[in-house]
Protein backbone atom coordinates (compact mmCIF):
# COMPACT_ATOMS: atom_id res chain seq x y z
CA UNK A 1 0.00 0.00 0.00
CA UNK A 2 1.05 3.12 -0.59
CA UNK A 3 2.16 5.77 1.98
CA UNK A 4 0.43 9.27 2.56
CA UNK A 5 3.24 11.95 1.15
CA UNK A 6 2.87 15.36 3.19
CA UNK A 7 4.90 18.10 2.99
CA UNK A 8 4.08 20.38 6.42
CA UNK A 9 5.90 22.85 4.89
CA UNK A 10 4.09 26.09 3.37
CA UNK A 11 3.49 26.02 -0.33
CA UNK A 12 2.70 24.43 -3.31
CA UNK A 13 3.85 20.46 -3.14
CA UNK A 14 6.61 19.58 -5.17
CA UNK A 15 7.00 16.51 -7.38
CA UNK A 16 3.28 15.84 -7.47
CA UNK A 17 2.12 17.52 -10.42
CA UNK A 18 -0.86 15.46 -12.24
CA UNK A 19 -0.55 13.57 -14.56
CA UNK A 20 -2.48 15.05 -18.03
CA UNK A 21 -1.83 12.51 -20.32
CA UNK A 22 -5.50 10.67 -19.05
CA UNK A 23 -7.46 13.55 -20.25
CA UNK A 24 -5.75 14.10 -23.47
CA UNK A 25 -5.97 10.49 -24.52
CA UNK A 26 -9.56 9.98 -23.09
CA UNK A 27 -11.67 13.30 -23.62
CA UNK A 28 -11.18 13.94 -27.43
CA UNK A 29 -12.83 10.96 -28.73
CA UNK A 30 -15.52 10.01 -26.03
CA UNK A 31 -16.57 14.19 -27.07
CA UNK A 32 -16.27 13.17 -30.76
CA UNK A 33 -18.52 10.42 -29.71
CA UNK A 34 -21.09 12.72 -28.00
CA UNK A 35 -20.70 15.65 -30.57
CA UNK A 36 -22.43 13.04 -33.30
CA UNK A 37 -24.99 10.81 -31.50
CA UNK A 38 -26.28 13.98 -29.32
CA UNK A 39 -26.44 16.17 -32.34
CA UNK A 40 -28.20 14.00 -34.93
CA UNK A 41 -30.31 13.14 -31.73
CA UNK A 42 -31.59 16.53 -30.80
CA UNK A 43 -32.27 17.71 -34.40
CA UNK A 44 -34.21 14.43 -34.81
CA UNK A 45 -35.93 15.06 -31.49
CA UNK A 46 -36.69 19.13 -31.85
CA UNK A 47 -37.97 18.19 -35.53
CA UNK A 48 -40.59 16.14 -34.03
CA UNK A 49 -41.27 18.61 -31.18
CA UNK A 50 -41.96 21.04 -33.79
CA UNK A 51 -43.88 18.73 -36.01
CA UNK A 52 -46.50 17.85 -33.14
CA UNK A 53 -45.88 21.36 -31.25
CA UNK A 54 -50.19 21.72 -30.72
CA UNK A 55 -50.48 17.75 -30.17
CA UNK A 56 -48.52 17.26 -27.09
CA UNK A 57 -49.39 20.37 -25.31
CA UNK A 58 -47.16 22.80 -23.01
CA UNK A 59 -45.09 20.23 -22.64
CA UNK A 60 -43.40 20.88 -25.70
CA UNK A 61 -42.41 23.67 -24.96
CA UNK A 62 -39.74 22.57 -22.37
CA UNK A 63 -38.74 20.06 -24.13
CA UNK A 64 -37.84 22.46 -27.24
CA UNK A 65 -35.80 24.48 -24.56
CA UNK A 66 -34.17 20.92 -23.38
CA UNK A 67 -32.65 20.74 -27.11
CA UNK A 68 -31.55 24.38 -27.72
CA UNK A 69 -29.55 23.80 -24.53
CA UNK A 70 -27.91 20.42 -25.89
CA UNK A 71 -27.59 22.11 -28.99
CA UNK A 72 -25.52 24.95 -27.81
CA UNK A 73 -22.96 22.89 -25.84
CA UNK A 74 -22.74 20.40 -28.55
CA UNK A 75 -21.61 22.68 -31.12
CA UNK A 76 -18.22 23.99 -28.87
CA UNK A 77 -17.46 20.33 -28.21
CA UNK A 78 -14.88 20.68 -31.89
CA UNK A 79 -13.22 23.51 -30.26
CA UNK A 80 -12.54 21.45 -27.16
CA UNK A 81 -11.16 18.14 -28.69
CA UNK A 82 -9.12 20.52 -30.98
CA UNK A 83 -7.84 21.65 -27.44
CA UNK A 84 -7.27 18.25 -25.66
CA UNK A 85 -5.81 16.72 -29.08
CA UNK A 86 -3.10 19.48 -28.88
CA UNK A 87 -2.51 18.96 -24.51
CA UNK A 88 -4.28 21.75 -23.22
CA UNK A 89 -3.53 23.91 -25.91
CA UNK A 90 -6.09 26.97 -26.55
CA UNK A 91 -5.34 28.88 -30.03
CA UNK A 92 -9.53 30.45 -29.70
CA UNK A 93 -8.37 33.38 -27.30
CA UNK A 94 -9.36 33.71 -23.36
CA UNK A 95 -12.63 35.38 -24.09
CA UNK A 96 -13.82 32.53 -26.45
CA UNK A 97 -12.30 30.00 -23.81
CA UNK A 98 -14.77 31.58 -21.32
CA UNK A 99 -17.78 31.38 -23.81
CA UNK A 100 -17.32 27.26 -24.49
CA UNK A 101 -17.01 26.72 -20.33
CA UNK A 102 -20.33 28.91 -20.16
CA UNK A 103 -22.27 26.76 -22.50
CA UNK A 104 -21.35 23.63 -21.00
CA UNK A 105 -22.75 25.18 -17.62
CA UNK A 106 -25.70 26.60 -19.57
CA UNK A 107 -26.45 23.44 -20.75
CA UNK A 108 -26.02 21.62 -17.51
CA UNK A 109 -28.21 23.51 -15.19
CA UNK A 110 -30.30 24.42 -18.04
CA UNK A 111 -31.24 20.80 -18.78
CA UNK A 112 -31.62 20.50 -14.81
CA UNK A 113 -34.15 22.94 -14.84
CA UNK A 114 -36.30 21.74 -17.58
CA UNK A 115 -35.95 18.53 -16.61
CA UNK A 116 -37.61 20.14 -13.49
CA UNK A 117 -40.25 21.71 -15.25
CA UNK A 118 -41.32 18.62 -17.24
CA UNK A 119 -41.44 16.61 -13.89
CA UNK A 120 -44.12 18.98 -12.21
CA UNK A 121 -46.15 19.24 -15.15
CA UNK A 122 -46.10 15.51 -15.30
CA UNK A 123 -46.71 15.71 -11.55
CA UNK A 124 -49.78 18.24 -11.74
CA UNK A 125 -51.43 16.69 -14.79
CA UNK A 126 -51.36 12.95 -13.19
CA UNK A 127 -51.98 13.72 -9.38
CA UNK A 128 -53.81 17.11 -9.50
CA UNK A 129 -55.45 16.77 -13.02
CA UNK A 130 -58.84 18.66 -12.06
CA UNK A 131 -57.31 21.56 -10.14
CA UNK A 132 -55.06 22.48 -13.17
CA UNK A 133 -57.03 21.27 -16.44
CA UNK A 134 -57.35 24.45 -18.81
CA UNK A 135 -54.99 26.65 -16.24
CA UNK A 136 -51.81 26.21 -17.64
CA UNK A 137 -51.60 27.50 -20.89
CA UNK A 138 -48.80 27.78 -23.30
CA UNK A 139 -48.16 31.13 -21.99
CA UNK A 140 -47.13 29.94 -19.09
CA UNK A 141 -45.04 27.44 -20.44
CA UNK A 142 -42.94 30.06 -22.25
CA UNK A 143 -42.86 32.42 -19.24
CA UNK A 144 -41.44 30.05 -17.42
CA UNK A 145 -38.71 29.07 -19.69
CA UNK A 146 -37.62 32.22 -19.76
CA UNK A 147 -37.44 32.26 -15.89
CA UNK A 148 -35.54 29.18 -16.21
CA UNK A 149 -33.06 31.00 -18.53
CA UNK A 150 -32.26 33.54 -16.72
CA UNK A 151 -31.72 31.90 -13.23
CA UNK A 152 -29.69 29.49 -14.84
CA UNK A 153 -27.71 32.95 -16.44
CA UNK A 154 -27.47 34.65 -13.52
CA UNK A 155 -26.04 31.43 -11.53
CA UNK A 156 -23.59 30.92 -13.97
CA UNK A 157 -22.36 34.23 -15.09
CA UNK A 158 -19.78 34.77 -12.06
CA UNK A 159 -18.04 31.49 -13.23
CA UNK A 160 -16.91 34.07 -16.43
CA UNK A 161 -15.34 36.26 -14.18
CA UNK A 162 -12.65 33.65 -12.78
CA UNK A 163 -9.40 32.95 -15.07
CA UNK A 164 -9.10 30.07 -16.97
CA UNK A 165 -5.63 29.75 -17.33
CA UNK A 166 -2.55 29.86 -15.20
CA UNK A 167 0.61 32.19 -16.16
CA UNK A 168 2.75 29.78 -16.28
CA UNK A 169 0.43 28.11 -18.63
CA UNK A 170 -1.02 31.00 -20.77
CA UNK A 171 -3.14 28.99 -23.69
CA UNK A 172 -4.33 26.74 -20.90
CA UNK A 173 -8.24 26.78 -20.72
CA UNK A 174 -9.39 25.43 -17.50
CA UNK A 175 -12.82 24.17 -17.11
CA UNK A 176 -13.05 25.65 -13.23
CA UNK A 177 -10.76 28.53 -12.92
CA UNK A 178 -6.39 28.85 -12.35
CA UNK A 179 -4.40 27.48 -8.58
CA UNK A 180 -4.09 30.77 -7.19
CA UNK A 181 -8.22 31.60 -7.66
CA UNK A 182 -9.65 27.76 -6.15
CA UNK A 183 -10.32 29.09 -2.42
CA UNK A 184 -12.83 31.64 -3.85
CA UNK A 185 -13.99 29.46 -6.51
CA UNK A 186 -14.93 26.46 -3.95
CA UNK A 187 -17.32 28.06 -2.19
CA UNK A 188 -19.19 29.14 -5.14
CA UNK A 189 -19.12 25.84 -6.88
CA UNK A 190 -20.56 24.32 -3.64
CA UNK A 191 -23.57 26.94 -3.70
CA UNK A 192 -23.94 26.31 -6.93
CA UNK A 193 -24.49 22.97 -6.64
CA UNK A 194 -26.94 23.31 -3.81
CA UNK A 195 -29.34 25.85 -5.66
CA UNK A 196 -28.54 24.27 -9.01
CA UNK A 197 -28.27 20.47 -8.71
CA UNK A 198 -29.47 19.33 -5.17
CA UNK A 199 -32.85 21.50 -4.65
CA UNK A 200 -33.96 20.19 -8.31
CA UNK A 201 -32.64 16.92 -7.11
CA UNK A 202 -35.00 16.66 -4.33
CA UNK A 203 -38.18 18.59 -5.96
CA UNK A 204 -38.11 15.85 -8.90
CA UNK A 205 -38.21 13.05 -6.70
CA UNK A 206 -40.78 14.37 -4.61
CA UNK A 207 -42.70 14.78 -7.64
CA UNK A 208 -42.13 11.14 -9.25
CA UNK A 209 -41.92 9.65 -5.74
CA UNK A 210 -45.81 10.87 -5.43
CA UNK A 211 -46.68 9.97 -8.83
CA UNK A 212 -45.21 6.45 -8.49
CA UNK A 213 -47.80 6.08 -4.95
CA UNK A 214 -50.33 7.35 -6.65
CA UNK A 215 -50.09 5.20 -10.22
CA UNK A 216 -49.58 2.38 -8.00
CA UNK A 217 -52.96 3.09 -5.73
CA UNK A 218 -55.30 3.93 -8.53
CA UNK A 219 -56.31 0.82 -10.67
CA UNK A 220 -58.15 2.98 -13.41
CA UNK A 221 -55.44 4.49 -14.56
CA UNK A 222 -54.55 4.29 -18.32
CA UNK A 223 -51.97 1.37 -18.43
CA UNK A 224 -50.05 3.16 -21.33
CA UNK A 225 -49.98 6.38 -19.17
CA UNK A 226 -48.80 4.50 -16.45
CA UNK A 227 -45.85 2.79 -18.53
CA UNK A 228 -44.78 6.21 -20.01
CA UNK A 229 -44.92 7.90 -16.26
CA UNK A 230 -42.65 4.90 -15.03
CA UNK A 231 -40.00 4.98 -18.05
CA UNK A 232 -39.18 9.08 -17.16
CA UNK A 233 -38.87 8.10 -13.85
CA UNK A 234 -36.22 5.30 -14.68
CA UNK A 235 -34.50 7.68 -17.49
CA UNK A 236 -34.42 10.46 -15.30
CA UNK A 237 -33.17 8.47 -12.26
CA UNK A 238 -30.42 7.19 -15.19
CA UNK A 239 -29.57 11.23 -15.73
CA UNK A 240 -29.17 12.03 -12.64
CA UNK A 241 -27.67 9.10 -10.97
CA UNK A 242 -25.44 8.48 -13.94
CA UNK A 243 -24.70 12.14 -15.78
CA UNK A 244 -25.01 14.77 -12.72
CA UNK A 245 -24.11 13.24 -9.59
CA UNK A 246 -20.58 12.13 -10.12
CA UNK A 247 -19.62 15.62 -11.79
CA UNK A 248 -20.93 17.52 -8.92
CA UNK A 249 -19.26 15.43 -6.10
CA UNK A 250 -16.09 15.00 -7.98
CA UNK A 251 -15.77 18.66 -9.73
CA UNK A 252 -15.92 19.93 -5.91
CA UNK A 253 -13.56 16.97 -4.48
CA UNK A 254 -11.10 18.12 -7.32
CA UNK A 255 -10.94 21.70 -6.25
CA UNK A 256 -10.26 21.02 -2.59
CA UNK A 257 -7.25 18.48 -3.27
CA UNK A 258 -6.23 21.30 -5.70
CA UNK A 259 -6.43 24.13 -2.03
CA UNK A 260 -4.51 20.91 -0.19
CA UNK A 261 -1.82 21.23 -2.41
CA UNK A 262 -1.35 24.61 -2.35
CA UNK A 263 -1.26 24.36 1.89
CA UNK A 264 1.27 21.65 1.22
CA UNK A 265 -0.36 18.35 1.74
CA UNK A 266 -0.34 15.75 -0.86
CA UNK A 267 -1.40 12.52 -1.50
CA UNK A 268 -1.52 9.32 -4.09
CA UNK A 269 -5.57 10.28 -3.96
CA UNK A 270 -5.29 12.99 -5.53
CA UNK A 271 -4.65 12.03 -8.71
CA UNK A 272 -7.39 9.19 -8.75
CA UNK A 273 -9.79 11.75 -7.72
CA UNK A 274 -8.36 13.82 -10.84
CA UNK A 275 -9.33 11.19 -13.00
CA UNK A 276 -12.67 10.60 -11.50
CA UNK A 277 -13.45 14.15 -12.56
CA UNK A 278 -12.34 13.94 -15.72
CA UNK A 279 -14.58 11.22 -16.14
CA UNK A 280 -17.54 12.94 -14.79
CA UNK A 281 -17.12 15.69 -17.12
CA UNK A 282 -17.61 13.07 -19.52
CA UNK A 283 -20.91 11.54 -17.82
CA UNK A 284 -21.98 15.37 -17.46
CA UNK A 285 -21.12 15.54 -20.89
CA UNK A 286 -23.42 12.55 -22.02
CA UNK A 287 -26.35 14.41 -20.85
CA UNK A 288 -26.91 15.95 -24.28
CA UNK A 289 -26.95 12.75 -25.81
CA UNK A 290 -29.47 11.20 -23.49
CA UNK A 291 -31.27 13.70 -22.93
CA UNK A 292 -33.17 13.00 -26.26
CA UNK A 293 -34.89 9.62 -24.75
CA UNK A 294 -37.10 12.61 -23.03
CA UNK A 295 -38.59 13.25 -26.59
CA UNK A 296 -39.69 9.00 -26.93
CA UNK A 297 -40.99 9.31 -23.77
CA UNK A 298 -42.90 12.26 -23.42
CA UNK A 299 -43.66 12.50 -27.51
CA UNK A 300 -46.27 10.16 -29.42
CA UNK A 301 -45.54 11.40 -32.57
CA UNK A 302 -41.54 10.71 -32.27
CA UNK A 303 -42.33 7.05 -31.22
CA UNK A 304 -44.61 6.54 -33.65
CA UNK A 305 -42.73 7.92 -36.46
CA UNK A 306 -39.04 5.39 -34.76
CA UNK A 307 -41.61 2.36 -34.61
CA UNK A 308 -42.86 3.07 -38.31
CA UNK A 309 -39.00 3.46 -39.17
CA UNK A 310 -38.08 0.40 -37.33
CA UNK A 311 -40.69 -1.41 -38.97
CA UNK A 312 -39.83 -0.65 -42.41
CA UNK A 313 -36.40 -1.19 -42.12
CA UNK A 314 -36.90 -4.98 -40.85
CA UNK A 315 -39.38 -5.70 -43.49
CA UNK A 316 -36.74 -3.81 -46.17
CA UNK A 317 -34.38 -6.12 -43.97
CA UNK A 318 -36.62 -9.29 -44.61
CA UNK A 319 -37.08 -8.84 -47.81
CA UNK A 320 -33.94 -8.23 -49.06
CA UNK A 321 -32.82 -11.74 -46.94
CA UNK A 322 -35.24 -13.29 -49.31
CA UNK A 323 -34.59 -12.18 -52.43
CA UNK A 324 -30.99 -13.51 -51.81
CA UNK A 325 -32.25 -17.07 -50.61
CA UNK A 326 -34.35 -17.26 -54.07
CA UNK A 327 -31.57 -16.20 -56.32
CA UNK A 328 -29.25 -18.88 -55.01
CA UNK A 329 -30.50 -22.00 -56.53
CA UNK A 330 -30.76 -19.79 -59.76
CA UNK A 331 -27.18 -18.84 -59.95
CA UNK A 332 -26.17 -22.87 -58.88
CA UNK A 333 -28.22 -23.69 -61.85
CA UNK A 334 -26.46 -21.12 -64.16
CA UNK A 335 -22.94 -22.69 -62.68
CA UNK A 336 -23.84 -26.40 -62.98
CA UNK A 337 -20.70 -27.86 -65.82
CA UNK A 338 -22.10 -29.57 -68.81
CA UNK A 339 -20.73 -32.44 -67.85
CA UNK A 340 -22.91 -32.81 -64.50
CA UNK A 341 -25.69 -31.81 -67.11
CA UNK A 342 -25.24 -34.48 -69.47
CA UNK A 343 -24.72 -37.60 -66.41
CA UNK A 344 -27.92 -36.62 -65.05
CA UNK A 345 -29.83 -36.54 -67.83
CA UNK A 346 -28.48 -39.90 -68.65
CA UNK A 347 -29.87 -41.16 -65.38
CA UNK A 348 -32.92 -39.62 -65.87
CA UNK A 349 -33.68 -41.26 -69.22
Known amino acids: MREMSVNNTKGPCEGNLINLNFTHSFLPPVFITVFIVGTVSNICGLRSVCVSWKKNGNINIFMFNLGVADLLYLFTLPFLVYYYARESDWQFGQPFCKVTRFCFNLNLYGSIGFLTCISIYRYLGIVHPMKVMGKITSRHSLAISALVWVLVIIQITPDIFFDKNDEKKPNSCFDTTSTNLTRYYLPYSISWTVTGFVLPLVIILGCYGHIVVVLAKNANVNPLLKQRCLKLVVILVILFSVCFIPYHIFRNLNLTTRILKQDGLCHHLFDDIY ?8 LACLNSAIN ?11 LTKFQDFSNRTRMSLAGLKSAIIYRKPIEADVDLPADMCTSFDKRSG
Open 275 to 282: IAHQVGRF
Open 292 to 302: PLIYIVGNDDF
